[in-house]
Each structure stands twice: as structure tokens, then as C-alpha cells.
């Protein structure tokens, strides 16, 4: 595929960048690395000031980036990441100290890509990544935590030598994309590896393909539940690793991933400080997951959107909506797992609010519908505002509401707030 312009493109706004990203290259996934690898060896990048961390997994990428950002900010480093998707604002994507960059910076960094892609075709998320890695390059800060897009191996953020290489947790997932079983996924996401590299592994039962490459590339590897463990108490969890055990607060995430975690920073060899944990643990709240917006009736929002993380999202709603009538909004891409991820959390759920996804991949209220025959839907919605504003109609102070699905689940929503 050529480019579209025989000239580089010059845009003076972050959305004509995107709505040109879009045009260039139509296919949202187009899987292979080495159109990224020709682009991002023009670019030149400087990374020597910077400790590159690549954080991939099913579940628990995002959360987990998070995590280790504000661990390392609070134990006094610099530190810059690239996150995907967005919830409101594409720029939301790389920050630096937890800290957008501006406008005018997105917009020299979509330019600098362009002009080294020359002919080369690159997909939105590929020219974004680029782009991310010219404004972090440029940033310089003390570590660079990248959050891996789709399977790790053929990834956009592949390209960088990291320092560690994270896998959070290994379940079904894109398998359209990555395959239809662990073994092949689990190959899959291993593929950020590296020779003789620190690797970190979340995932208590891991798949032998991930064992077997952290084998045959000779990593200094540790294993959630061999190299570091952790155990839950009633109002607290224990953390145990190669130089620690840490009595700690309980985060509003998965413990496996932030357990998975505080191993990360063990590998980079910084000295864990309870108290400063503790701190940031108490504290730790990530947009879209688990987040509340509000109280009587209690509204919150999730991004759950396969199996593992929507396993996860049902107990949270045992535990917390015990006894209350629970409304869902609910709305999910078409190629995901949706039956399983319903036949898990439609114990909890009491009504069910369906909603069109109005995105390529989107599935719509109908298709949904039949696989919900046993339960009670309260009606079929041309979007997410539209089904969450009946939800809240028909709520009362003895209800909650949750809406989960898909990012752009959260995207719709808290974008009508």
C-alpha cells in the first residue's frame, strides 16, 4: 500500500493527524513488524537516557503501567508511558509524569513519522507508537513504561530493546488475531523477550510457550507464585518477593497484577519502601475500571471486555452489590468472547440494558440479545447514552448500575457526562 501524498502530509491539529491516520492505512490491524522496524530505525531515536520497561498480557496492561508509574514517581524517578486506547482525549496516550503533552507536541511528533515513512504504509496504531516513541525519546525521562498493543511479537511497541519485559496474565483473547488456544497466544505475547533479559511473569499458571522462550533465550526470568508470591488477608495482603515481605494496602485492582508488579520494580533493583507503597496502594484508581461515578444510586464503570477480566468484574459485583438489584449497560465488539464473558457475570446481574457499539467492530443491541433469552432486558438501545440514561431512569437508592463491555463502552459514557 503507497502513500496517499507524494509529499509528506503537514497538519496544524492533533484530529486532522488522526482522521489522516485513518485514511492512509484503512485496516485497523494489519499484523508484522518490519514496516514499524524500517520506520522506527530512519527515526534515529536517542533512548540512552531512559530505562525501557514493555509490559504485555491479556489482562491488567494498563493497570499494572499505572502501577509501576506511580511506584517509581514516589521512590523519586521520572517517568514517561504510552498507554492504549484513550478514553477521552487521544493525548491521554503518552504522559510524562502522569502529565499530558501538548498539543503542538503530538502534532511535530505525526510529523517527524511522516516525513521518515517516506512510502512506507503504517496502521494508526503503528504511526501513534512511533510518534509516542518520538515524544518519550525527547522527554528523556529516568524510565519508559510501554504498554504493548495486540500479542507482543508482531506489536508496534516490539521495536524498542527493553531493559524488562512483563507479561501480566495469558487467556483467550484476539483469537482471530493470536490464536485459539494459550499455547499459541502465550508464543505470542513472549515474542517482547529478549536474549539474556530480565523477564517478569504475572501469570501463576503460565502456558509452556512462555516458559519454553524464556528458556531458549537464556532470561533472567521470575514466576508469580515460584519467584514471588502473595496472599490476601481480611483488611490487608502480604507480598512476598526475592528481598521483601511487605504487609500492604489493598489497591483497587487484581492483586496477581500488582503483585506482578512490585516484582517488576524488584528486577529493576530499587528498594521497596513500605510506607511509600502503602501510600500510593491506598490511593491507586484507574479511569474505567472500577470506577465510581456516582452514589444513590451507585453508578460504576468498567472496561471488562473478555473472560479473565470479566471473571474478575463479577466477584467485585458478589462482594460489593450483595443484596441490591443490579442493572447492567452493556454493549461489546463483535469478535470478542461474548458469550462466555455473559454466561459469567449474568448471576450478578438483575436487568440488563443493551446497547449498539457504533464502531466497525462493534457488535449491535440485537445481536446480543438472544444470548440473553434467559434473562431480563429491559430494552435494545441505538447507543451507550441512550441505554445508560434508561438505566438510571428506572434506578432507585436500592439499585446499582454497572456498564462494561469495551473501552468504547466507557468512551460514550463518560464522554456524555
Request: with cysteine.
Amino acid at each position: 500500500m503507497q502513500s496517499m501524498a507524494s509529499e509528506p502530509a503537514k497538519f496544524k491539529s492533533v484530529d486532522e493527524w488522526l482522521d489522516y491516520l485513518t485514511a492512509i492505512h484503512p485496516a485497523e490491524i494489519d499484523m508484522g513488524l518490519t514496516r514499524t522496524q524500517q520506520v522506527f530505525e530512519s527515526l534515529n531515536l536517542d533512548f540512552s537516557n531512559s530505562r525501557i520497561v514493555l509490559i504485555g498480557g491479556t489482562n491488567g496492561k494498563g493497570t499494572s503501567c499505572q502501577l509501576l508509574r506511580q511506584i517509581l514517581q514516589k521512590h523519586g524517578y521520572s517517568v514517561g508511558c504510552y498507554n492504549s486506547p484513550h478514553i477521552h482525549d487521544y493525548k491521554e496516550r503518552v504522559t510524562v509524569n502522569g502529565e499530558w503533552l501538548s498539543s503542538q507536541d503530538h502534532c511535530q511528533a505525526f510529523q517527524q513519522v511522516e516525513t521518515a515513512r517516506r512510502d512506507i504504509s503504517l496502521t494508526y496504531f503503528e504511526f501513534g507508537t512511533l510518534a509516542a516513541l518520538v515524544l518519550l525519546a525527547q522527554q528523556r525521562p529516568d524510565f519508559i513504561l510501554l504498554e504493548v498493543g495486540l500479542g507482543g511479537r508482531l506489536d508496534a511497541t516490539n521495536v524498542v530493546q527493553p531493559e524488562v519485559s512483563v507479561i501480566t496474565t495469558v487467556a483467550l483473547d484476539h483469537q482471530d488475531w493470536l490464536g485459539n488456544d494459550r499455547e499459541k497466544i502465550g508464543f505470542e505475547k513472549a515474542g517482547i523477550y529478549r536474549q539474556n533479559q530480565k523477564v517478569v511473569c504475572g501469570d501463576a499458571n503460565p502456558p509452556e510457550s512462555v516458559k519454553n522462550a524464556a528458556q531458549q533465550l537464556a532470561c533472567d526470568a521470575v514466576w508469580q507464585g515460584i519467584s514471588f508470591k502473595y496472599s490476601e488477608h481480611a483488611e490487608c495482603w502480604s507480598w512476598f518477593g526475592n528481598k521483601n515481605l511487605l504487609s500492604l494496602s489493598k489497591p483497587n485492582m487484581p492483586l496477581q497484577n500488582a503483585s506482578t508488579v512490585l516484582a517488576v520494580v524488584e528486577q529493576l533493583g530499587i528498594d521497596l519502601i513500605e510506607e511509600q507503597l502503602n501510600q500510593v496502594l491506598a490511593e491507586f484508581q484507574m479511569p474505567g475500571r472500577w470506577q465510581k461515578l456516582q452514589s444513590c444510586p451507585d453508578v460504576y464503570v468498567d472496561v471488562a471486555h473478555n473472560p479473565e477480566a470479566v471473571k474478575f468484574l463479577s466477584h467485585k459485583l458478589e462482594r460489593e452489590f450483595a443484596g441490591k438489584t443490579t442493572l447492567a449497560v452493556f454493549g461489546m465488539l463483535k469478535d470478542k468472547d461474548i458469550e462466555e464473558c455473559l454466561d459469567i457475570i449474568k448471576p450478578q446481574i438483575d436487568v440488563w440494558y443493551l446497547a449498539d457499539i457504533n464502531q466497525p467492530r462493534g457488535a449491535k443491541a440485537a445481536e446480543l440479545y438472544p444470548l440473553l433469552a434467559d434473562c431480563e432486558v429491559a430494552g435494545q438501545y441505538a447507543n451507550i447514552e441512550s441505554a445508560y440514561q434508561a438505566a438510571l431512569n428506572d434506578a432507585t437508592e436500592q439499585t446499582c448500575v454497572i456498564a462494561f463491555g469495551s473501552f468504547w463502552v466507557i468512551t460514550d459514557l463518560m464522554g456524555s457526562e
